[in-house]
Structures are given as structure tokens and as C-alpha cells.
């Protein structure tokens, strides 16, 4: 299984302090978390990385691709920052895609600050851990894609269905689109 969160031990990777420790999260763009994850296709794997709104659960971005690297990450990210506006924190882990200076470097010209989880923390991405076995098991291993366009048309559709209507026992059986919405 490919280990998506290895640490770069070369110049120049930066390792950012944590930011999330006793932050009450009480309203949406205030935290999100990113993340990448592999996903079978066809005879191997293919990467996805999303983007969560901590407060609602609202996946604000995401892409897949068949390499993990700093710039697909950093992409991913402005988009998502170009359709939702910038959130006060962007929480990560400390992959070599997130310590990189393409993917920190964002961070020297807006607002956002970023926030790396601590070695062992894999608690502070529960929600996209979450995430990561809802769409899996829910979609993925539930109807197994030949090749990456397939896959990308059943992960578009799951997107749409996890944001708008799916509800979510933890949001009081409501949609996340409908926390996000509430006060973004």
C-alpha cells in the first residue's frame, strides 16, 4: 500500500507548528484540513487529495492523479481558495508535498496560515480520515473503476452526493453544504 505521508529529509522542506490544539472551530472557512489518500483503479492505484472544512465537512476542494507532488497539492489548494475564499488555517501533515517549498510557499502571500500535524497526531484529520472511508467504502471499493477517467466521473458524483445529500449524524442529520452555507 503506498505510504502517502512521507517526510522529506532534504534541504528546504519546512515543518510548520500546529495550530489546531484546544481551537474551538465554531464557523466555516476558520479551519480546513487536507489530505491525500490512494485509490484503487484498473490493476494499481491513482492519489486523491481533499480539501475539508473542519466546522461543516463541506469538502471545498479536490483532484486525482496518477503522481503525489507539491505542485498538484498546491493547485488543488488555490482553486479551492479561488472558489471559497481563504480560511484562517489550512491543516495538513508533514508529507513531503506539504513541507515542500512549492506547496509552503503559497503561505508567504495570503493570509492563510498553515498548521502540520504532529508525528503521531493522526487525530487531528479524523474528519478526513472520515471522509477517506466514506468515499471509499461507499463508492470505490463499491463499484471498482477500470481506468482513471472512470474513476474520476464516480468520485465527481460522490463529491456532489457527500456535499448536498448525504446527511451527516454529527451535523444533527443535515447536509454539509448546509453548515457551510450557514455562515460562510
Given at each position: ?16 507548528p ?18 491525500i ?83 503521531g ?64
Open positions: 500500500r503506498p505510504n502517502t505521508s512521507r517526510p522529506h529529509k532534504g534541504d528546504g522542506h519546512t515543518v510548520y500546529y495550530l489546531l490544539r484546544n481551537l474551538a472551530i465554531t464557523r466555516p472557512n476558520q479551519a480546513w484540513g487536507m489530505d489518500s490512494y485509490v484503487p483503479v484498473g490493476g494499481g492505484h491513482m492519489y486523491l487529495v481533499a480539501i475539508i472544512d473542519l466546522y461543516s465537512r463541506y469538502i471545498v476542494g479536490w483532484s486525482l492523479s496518477n503522481t503525489m507532488t507539491s505542485e498538484w497539492c498546491k493547485n488543488c489548494l488555490l482553486d479551492a481558495i479561488d472558489a471559497y475564499g481563504e480560511p484562517e488555517i489550512v491543516n495538513t501533515d508533514q508529507g513531503s508535498q506539504f513541507t515542500s517549498p512549492i506547496f509552503t510557499g503559497i503561505f508567504e502571500h495570503i493570509k492563510t496560515k498553515l498548521s502540520m500535524d504532529g508525528k497526531r493522526w487525530i487531528d484529520n479524523v474528519f478526513i480520515e472520515r471522509f477517506w472511508r466514506n468515499i471509499k467504502y461507499e463508492k470505490i471499493y463499491a463499484e471498482p473503476s477500470e481506468d482513471g477517467l472512470e474513476l474520476y466521473g464516480k468520485i465527481k458524483w460522490y463529491m456532489d452526493f457527500y456535499n448536498s445529500r448525504r446527511p451527516y449524524q454529527s451535523l444533527g442529520y443535515e447536509k454539509p453544504e448546509q453548515w457551510y452555507g450557514q455562515a460562510a
